[in-house]
């Protein structure tokens, strides 16, 4: 060994140290002390002096071993690891890189006083060979030992002798039966599918016992399958890439890579304290599954002391990775969470820098829920604040949890499966509660105007400590996936457990059968909401929950036992118009408390449980009634309470006509006297003086003809005379000559007044037209408004933009709306209700017929017709309103319907006169059995149909 005096030594000549790993039955990897606490550990390479162990299994020799050379190694390693040994160096080189040969000392494990040479007792139990052996055991042939190491000699005599002990005892690699082990190694992958494997582990609810052989970094190793269980036969001796389940630690870099990759911060520190801990140790592992390549195992490593997925996210050599934590069991996830947040805490390792999310909102805060707005979104009212106005409300989501979306038929996007039910049921659990709520983090949100901060939060309700993990439960939500820098809800692992326990029970989103959207009917539509009035008002009682809020008064609403939605205004009253939502054009000037009124019902009915009382219908389809909210002693009624706040009024018609129930002209009076809401206004002097000054309505008689009949009882007229159709039939005929008779773009607007093309068997002209309805992307329905017909035409060829001097505006429309007074006909599609338009068509079109013109109701004129002036002057002149009833064609108005007008007129002589002409009329037909009465008597509900 004086050869090794002339070079710079990497090991003292005497020493201890603590062994890393071993690589064979004769090397192992020492590591020595780190010259600093954040200085990597030194290593060094150190193999038997004079010995020879059989090569282990590499690419070199095809994955083979040399007989015997896995047993020596998994001897050594057994005996060595992780513990101190003592050296003495024989011959090393120059650098750290080479190896160094020298003896190694260990205490006797039996007889702690003995020191073994671990070279000599690898020899003794046939792991090893000395190099100094000839074939027959003869030393001739070998290089004698360095004169000046007389030591040397002593260990070449012990080396004989173990060797030829072992030789006559038959042991280790000189057994012939049985043979000694040689490994075939498979590699995952390459010879086998790791999912194959998991499968199995999982079928059989079985651990797997490995060894450690590489650490790629904190979470990452490379292990070595040794179960001599059976179930694992087909897998003992491959090798498998194995990531640490619930973490993800630093990445170490390749300084070969090119470019070189660096390690990220903290990556060797982490590696280092785990090949202290794990390296080259025999350990179980539980299989959960694989990555998404399905070339690693996603498992959890059982070391004898603790975890060491716990160890790690104590000391920030890691964070918690959820992909893989969902796979574990849930109830190893809580000392990975607390572990992660004492780092964080202690800003240890990959915290240094973490702070704690700030929030732009109050970290806890108490309110109402005023509305649901998603499944798992919620706009709150914290305790304290007035709401006066909409942002005073706080939005606030609910913490990793993510519900179905809902759809938007706008752009044809359907609901996800589930989407409503999750939706209705956080509205049962919260709407009007008082609510807990402790803000986690907050995201940026992108919206159609931007993007807000949104802040996600736990929401507790009286006894139910989480909503979030409720709707999981329940299979109406999922567990939110985060990436695994994000904050998340400190109950995250409580919500995985409950999503898992939703799908072992097959709850509703998680269930075997196919999800139905449940549907309804939808009387929102007029034509709908007409013909299933009568059955709503008939129901009596009705529970409903209020959808949707348009104004102080009018609502949509779902009624549960009728599966149906209907819009609905609650009878007598008139809100204030509100301002329209964002995004929404505003079609009527927003009136003063009109979203006062809206935010009123907002609070006390919006997504509540009502209860309704059904009266009547509108023309336009709106159900009107009553309406309840609250339960029990704290029932109120919902009119009385907005009239009593002064957040809406009563329509005045109908407190002249009788028809308002005394309790809320009281209640309107009460706060007309105390000034509150809408009173608290003072009216301009004009509105003082047109109020004082308000008188009845006056008849007038004129000379018209008919220019539409709709059926029997309403008709569009013109006034003979008017100066107005000559000039917009001329105006118009000079429009037709100018532009043609070809379409030309114009905005389609329902309300727009354009100009339509109509034949009349004349030829094709242009005629002013109110556009009333899209009937698909090609074409629109339109009012004629110079003549009352109503057609479907083509938005390509059948319209064009209107001249500015021909707007209604400048020259009116010359039809006009008319219905016969207090008499009512059937549909064109009842023989009745077309016989009564014919017998119209035969007795009035074509004639300057004389009308008395009564007054109008909602846009149209309610008219007494006779066939001719003649007629009219007479004493005991028959109108064609009586005509029609007489024939059986018509019948007479109800009371109330001739109460509501006479009350409105000022000379009430022809009304009367005309309602009983018309009485007289029907008892005459009656009697007949003509017309409708031919079966006899039509009983009262026939009006209603």
């Known amino acids: 060994m004086s050869s090794a005096h002339n070079l710079r030594p990497i090991l003292p000549a005497r020493g201890s140290a603590v062994v890393k790993s071993v690589s064979s039955g004769d090397t192992v990897i020492l590591l020595g002390r780190p010259a600093t606490p954040e200085a990597k550990a030194p290593e060094v390479i150190f193999t038997f002096e004079r010995v020879s162990s059989p090569r282990i299994a590499s690419k070199i020799n095809n994955n083979t071993d040399e007989p015997g050379a896995f047993t020596a190694r998994e001897w050594l390693r057994n005996l060595v690891i992780g513990k101190s040994v003592s050296f003495e160096t024989r011959k090393q080189g120059a650098t750290a890189g080479d190896r160094v040969y020298g003896i190694l000392y260990l205490a006797n494990p039996d007889i702690p006083s003995e020191t073994w040479n671990l070279g000599v007792e690898s020899v003794r139990r046939g792991f090893a060979t000395p190099k100094i052996s000839s074939e027959n055991g003869d030393a001739a042939d070998a290089p004698a030992a360095d004169a000046d190491d007389a030591s040397g000699e002593e260990y070449d005599r012990q080396l004989q002798i173990a060797y030829q002990q072992a030789k006559s005892e038959g042991v280790g690699i000189h057994c012939s039966i049985p043979p000694p082990l040689v490994r075939n190694i498979k590699n995952a992958v390459d010879d086998y599918n790791v999912t194959d494997l998991v499968r199995l582990a999982l079928s059989k609810k079985q651990n797997i016992k490995v060894v450690l052989e590489y650490i790629f970094d904190g979470s990452r190793y490379r292990c070595h399958i040794t179960d001599d269980d059976a179930v694992f036969s087909n897998y003992r001796y491959s090798n498998v890439t194995v990531l640490l389940a619930g973490v993800n630690s630093p990445r170490v870099g390749n300084p070969r890579a090119d470019p070189p990759i660096e390690s990220e911060p903290f990556a060797e520190a982490t590696r280092s304290f785990v090949e202290q801990r794990l390296l080259q140790r025999e350990l179980y592992l539980t299989l959960h599954g694989s990555d998404k390549t399905g070339s690693c195992l996603v498992a959890t490593v059982h070391h004898p002391k603790g975890s060491i997925a716990v160890e790690l996210l104590k000391r920030g050599y890691g964070k918690i990775s959820d992909w893989t934590a969902r796979m574990m069991d849930s109830l190893d996830l809580p000392a990975l969470r607390i572990a992660e947040n004492g780092a964080k805490r202690i800003n240890a390792g990959v915290w240094q820098s973490y702070k704690p999310p700030e929030l732009s909102t109050a970290s806890s805060l108490n309110g109402q829920v005023i509305e649901v707005l998603t499944g798992d979104t919620l706009s709150i009212l914290p305790n304290g604040v007035d709401y006066d106005n909409e942002s005073r409300l706080i939005r606030i989501s609910l913490a990793s949890v993510r519900a179905p979306r809902i759809g938007n038929e706008k752009i044809g996007k359907a609901d ?205 389809g709106v159900i009107t009634g009553q309406m309840f909210f609250g339960q029990g002693a704290q029932k109120k009624d919902y009119t009385i309470e907005i009239l009593g706040a002064g957040l809406a009024t009563l329509d005045e018609k109908k407190i002249e006509y009788g028809e308002v129930p005394k309790l809320l002209v009281d209640a309107q009076g009460a706060a007309q006297k105390n000034k509150v809401g809408i009173w608290s206004i003072e009216p301009k002097d004009g509105d003082a003086k047109k109020t004082a000054t308000k008188t009845k309505l006056t008849e007038r008689v004129v000379s018209v003809r008919l220019s539409e009949i709709r059926n029997g009882s309403h008709v569009f007229f013109t006034q003979v005379g008017d100066d107005a159709i000559s000039v917009i039939a001329e105006s118009m005929k000079v429009f037709t000559n100018t532009h043609g008779t070809r379409g030309a773009p114009c905005d389609v607007k329902v309300g727009k007044v354009v100009a339509a093309l109509f034949d009349d068997g004349n030829g094709s002209s242009w005629y002013r037209a109110k556009i009333l309805a899209r009937k698909d992307k090609s074409r629109v329905s339109v009012l004629f408004l110079d003549h009352g017909n109503v057609t479907d035409v083509p938005v390509s060829t059948h319209l064009r933009s209107l001249d500015t001097e021909l707007s209604t505006t400048r020259i009116p429309a010359v039809a006009k709306e008319a219905v016969l007074a207090l008499i009512h006909v059937r549909p064109l599609d009842d023989d009745d209700g077309l016989n009564a338009a014919r017998m119209l068509q035969s007795t009035a079109w074509g004639k300057d017929l004389t009308a008395i013109v009564h007054c109008e109701v909602e846009g149209r004129s309610v008219v007494t017709l006779y066939s001719s002036k003649e007629v009219y002057e007479q004493q005991d002149a028959r109108s064609i309103n009586e005509e029609l009833v007489a024939a059986g064609y018509a019948r007479a108005a109800k009371k109330s319907e001739v109460d509501l007008l006479t009350a409105a007129m000022a000379d009430t002589n022809n009304l009367v006169r005309l309602t009983a002409n018309i009485a007289v009329a029907q008892e005459e037909a009656r009697k007949s059995r003509a017309g409708m009465w031919r079966y006899g008597d039509i009983g009262d509900e026939d009006e209603d149909e």
């Open 416 to 620: 996800e499966p589930y989407a409503i039910e999750c939706k209705d049921r956080l509205r049962q659990l919260t709407v009007g509660k008082q609510v807990k709520v402790e803000v986690h983090y907050e995201r940026d949100i992108p919206l159609a105007t931007g993007t807000e901060k949104r802040a996600f939060a736990t929401l507790s309700v009286g006894k139910k400590s989480d909503i979030g993990e409720l709707l999981v439960s329940e299979g109406l939500a999922t567990t939110q996936r985060h990436r695994d820098d994000e904050e998340k809800s400190p109950n995250y692992d409580a919500l995985c457990l409950a999503e898992a326990a939703a799908k072992e029970a097959q709850k509703n989103m998680y269930a075997s059968q196919e999800y139905k959207k449940p549907t309804t009917n939808d009387l929102t539509d007029p034509k709908k909401a007409k013909a299933y009035s009568g059955s709503l008002v008939r129901a009596g009682t009705l529970k409903a929950v209020v959808e949707y809020v348009f104004n102080g008064s009018r609502f949509k609403l779902f009624i549960p036992s009728e599966n149906c939605h209907i819009a609905f205004a609650c009878e007598y009253l008139r809100c204030p118009q509100p301002t329209a939502p964002a995004g929404v054009m505003q079609q009527k000037t927003a009136e003063p408390f009109g979203d006062a009124s809206k935010r009123f019902a907002k609070l006390m009915v919006h997504q509540r449980t009502v209860e309704i009382n059904a009266r009547g219908v509108t023309l336009g």
